[in-house]
C-alpha cells in the first residue's frame, strides 16, 4: 500500500510539473504573438533599438517578449472638425468651422510615433487648422468670403494639405461647413440690403413717371394732330363732318335715356323731336 501510494505521488508530481511547462509554454507563445487587425498598421518599439522603421501590416505576428512592444494605428480616413474666429481684412470678425477627413501616412508611421504619438492628429489638426484659417480669412473683405467662397476654399486645402504633409498627415477632404459674421456686421449688410431696395424702388417710380410724361407727350401730341386733321376737314367741306358728329351723340344720348329704368317720360315738346338736341336752328 504504501509503494502504491509513493507512486502515485510521483506520477502526480510528473505531471503538475508537465502541466506547468505547458503552462509556461502558452504563456510564452501567448505573449510572443499580436494581432494587428483590417484597417491597421503596427510599430515595433524594442527596448535596445528603439522604434523599429519597418511597418507591420495585417494580420498574426511574432515578437519577442518583454523585449519588444506593438503600437497599433489606425489608418483608416476619420473625420475631424474645429472653429475658428478670425479677423477679415477690413477687420470684421469671422466664425469658420472646418472638417477635414485625414489619415496618417502609412510609410512614415515610426516617424509618427517617434515625434507625435498615437494621438497625432488631435495634437496637429486642430493648431494647423486654426492657422490656416486666420492667414486666409486675412486675405479678403467679409463680403467676399460669401462671393468668393470657392476660391477660399480651395486656398483652405492648399495650405491646409501642404502644412498636414509637414507632419506626415494625409488629407483626403477640406471643407468649411459653417460660417457667420458678427452681430454688428450682419447688422450693417441687412441695412445695406434696406437701402438697396429702397434705391431700386425709387429707379422704378422714377421709370415709370419718365414712362407716364413721355405717353402724356404723345397723347398731347396724337389729340393736336386729330384736332388738326379736323379743322383741315371742316375748312375742306364745310360742317357736315360735325354735324354727323352732334347726331351721332344724340342718337346715343337717346338711346342712353331709352333703356334707363329711371326715366318713364320725355316730355315732346320743340315741335314734337324725341332725338335731343336735333334743333333745325343754326
Known amino acids: 500500500m504504501s509503494g502504491g501510494g509513493q507512486a502515485a505521488v510521483s506520477f502526480l508530481t510528473k505531471l503538475a510539473k508537465v502541466a506547468a511547462g505547458l503552462g509556461l509554454t502558452a504563456s510564452a507563445v501567448s505573449t510572443s504573438l499580436y494581432t494587428v487587425d483590417g484597417g491597421q498598421r503596427a510599430v515595433i518599439f524594442d527596448r535596445f533599438q528603439g522604434v523599429l522603421p519597418a511597418v507591420v501590416s495585417e494580420g498574426t505576428h511574432f515578437l519577442v517578449p518583454w523585449l519588444q512592444k506593438p503600437f497599433l494605428f489606425d489608418i483608416r480616413t476619420r473625420p475631424h472638425s474645429f472653429s475658428s474666429t478670425s479677423g477679415t481684412k477690413d477687420l470684421q470678425m469671422v466664425s469658420l468651422t472646418l472638417r477635414v477627413l485625414a489619415r496618417p501616412d502609412v510609410e512614415r508611421l515610426p516617424e509618427i510615433f517617434t515625434n507625435l504619438g498615437l494621438d497625432y492628429d488631435d495634437k496637429v489638426l486642430p493648431s494647423i487648422g486654426n492657422e490656416v484659417l486666420k492667414a ?14 470657392p476660391h477660399v476654399s480651395a486656398l483652405v486645402r492648399e495650405a491646409l494639405v501642404r502644412r ?12 468649411i461647413t459653417h460660417l457667420a459674421y458678427g452681430h454688428d456686421f450682419a447688422q450693417a449688410v441687412e441695412k445695406k440690403q434696406v437701402a438697396q431696395q429702397e434705391a ?9 413717371a419718365e414712362q407716364e410724361r413721355r405717353a402724356a407727350i404723345v397723347r398731347a401730341e396724337g389729340e393736336s394732330e386729330s384736332a388738326r386733321l379736323i379743322s383741315d ?8 363732318l360735325i354735324e354727323l ?4 351723340a344724340a342718337k346715343e344720348i337717346a338711346g342712353v335715356i331709352a333703356r334707363s329704368p329711371n326715366v318713364s317720360y320725355i316730355p315732346s315738346g320743340n315741335n314734337g323731336q324725341m332725338l335731343l338736341g336735333l334743333s333745325t336752328a343754326r
Request: net charge negative.
Open 136 to 149: 486666409v480669412v486675412a486675405q479678403f473683405n467679409a463680403d467676399q468670403l460669401l462671393t468668393d467662397r
Open 164 to 175: 498636414a504633409g509637414e507632419f506626415n498627415i494625409v488629407l483626403d477632404d477640406v471643407a
Open 233 to 240: 376737314a371742316t375748312a375742306l367741306v364745310g360742317n357736315g
Open 200 to 208: 431700386e424702388r425709387s429707379r422704378f417710380l422714377v421709370a415709370r
Open 245 to 248: 358728329r352732334r347726331i351721332e
